[in-house]
């Protein structure tokens, strides 16, 4: 595996430390990478806590395969290879991470273990962080499950990361020929899974959000607090896909279906119509932390995150996770019942950091 690149300073950083035994300049070089070795983790398993796992993983093997390291490539490549063939070992044991049959009817909405990802930890150069936001976004991540593990991993090497189908090849122990025609496999299922998207995922995408969307996910907590449902209901496209995970499948259903099915459910009656919101991201998507107060409690509580995808105006696609078990969110756990809401991601991520400091 080699670069036509000459040594570089981190190369020559990281084979100093190896040689001397300095684990903690090896830390400090390795960590670097964290965030978006991290992010192709998440690509490869689109579940937040695995890819934490997985990339601690990479970080221990990198250390236990240190003396192998010559030079040769780049040490950034050699991490990827590392983390892409972590990930494939742990797909390979993990039964329920087995792509779902095409027979299956609507397979791209079965993706249970899917968890969203905090923007506030992906990479902050964004020359370096290499998330463009269609390669982000939940429906991308979902269409990527459902390609064989290394179909997977071919195409997020070669179409995502951009790497030469030969360093590809040598990264997963393929032929050429192998990578070429898994990665060929692998676009026609991703044109099959998103037809409506751009497919072109190395051009350079816009990561901020539109005027568009930040009014839509303000009229949307508007309406969720003032349990105003002909207003949720004119928010929501009539061919809306709905998930709310870890339950499987996702509902394609009209506005009035959905906002019937969350009041049926207990949604904005009694005990269940007290909400204030706060916006954020994940996943470079706009969202709508949701917070309940139930009768005689002051404060507000953590109940659940709508992740939003908007088109012309209205809600496309709403998935919903409960936010109560993921503290790596960095979501205030409650709110007091004088707090005003907050409706920029700006705020969001000042009061974020306000309770992560505490």
Not at 61 to 89: E, M, P, Q, V
Not at 199 to 226: C, F, M
Not at 279 to 298: S, W
Not at 335 to 340: F, H, N, R, V
């Amino acid at each position: 595996m080699t670069d036509a690149r000459p040594l570089g300073a981190d190369e020559a950083t990281f084979i100093a430390a190896v040689r001397s035994g300095d684990t903690a300049r090896f830390a400090l070089i390795t960590e670097r990478h964290r965030r978006e070795l991290q992010v192709h983790c998440y690509r490869m398993l689109a579940n937040y806590e695995d890819a934490q796992d997985m990339t601690q993983e990479t970080f221990l093997r990198a250390w236990n395969k240190r003396d192998s390291f010559k030079g040769h490539a780049a040490l950034r490549t050699w991490l990827y290879r590392i983390a892409t063939n972590a990930c494939l070992d742990f797909l390979e044991k993990r039964n329920n991470r087995t792509p779902i049959p095409f027979e299956l009817p609507d397979p791209g909405s079965e993706v249970p273990y899917l968890q969203p990802y905090p923007d506030r930890m992906l990479p902050e150069d964004p020359q370096e962080s290499v998330v463009a936001r269609e390669t982000i976004e939940l429906a991308f991540i979902v269409a990527v499950q459902h390609l064989p593990p290394r179909q997977r991993a071919a195409f997020v090497l070669r179409d995502v990361l951009g790497w030469p189908a030969s360093k590809a090849a040598d990264a997963l122990q393929l032929t050429v020929a192998s990578v070429t025609s898994a990665l060929q496999r692998a676009r026609v299922t991703m044109r099959e899974q998103l037809p409506d998207r751009r497919l072109d995922w190395r051009s350079p995408a816009t990561h901020e959000l539109s005027n568009d969307e930040r009014g839509v996910v303000k009229s949307y907590i508007d309406a969720h607090e003032r349990n105003d449902l002909d207003g949720l209901m004119s928010l929501l496209r009539d061919d809306l896909r709905f998930a709310m995970l870890p339950e499987p499948g996702t509902l394609i259903m009209t506005a009035k279906g959905a906002v019937d099915g969350w009041v049926s459910s207990g949604l904005f009656q009694r005990g269940y119509d007290d909400w204030r919101c706060i916006t954020t991201t994940v996943n470079r998507m706009p969202a709508a932390v949701l917070y309940l107060r139930t009768p005689y409690d002051p404060e507000y509580r953590l109940f659940n995150i709508a992740v939003l995808h908007i088109v012309d105006g209205k809600i496309a696609e709403l998935t919903g996770f409960d936010a109560t078990d993921k503290p790596w969110l960095g979501l205030p756990p409650t709110l007091s019942s004088d707090k005003s809401p907050i409706v920029d991601e700006s705020s969001a991520r000042a009061a974020v950091t306000e309770v992560t400091a505490e």
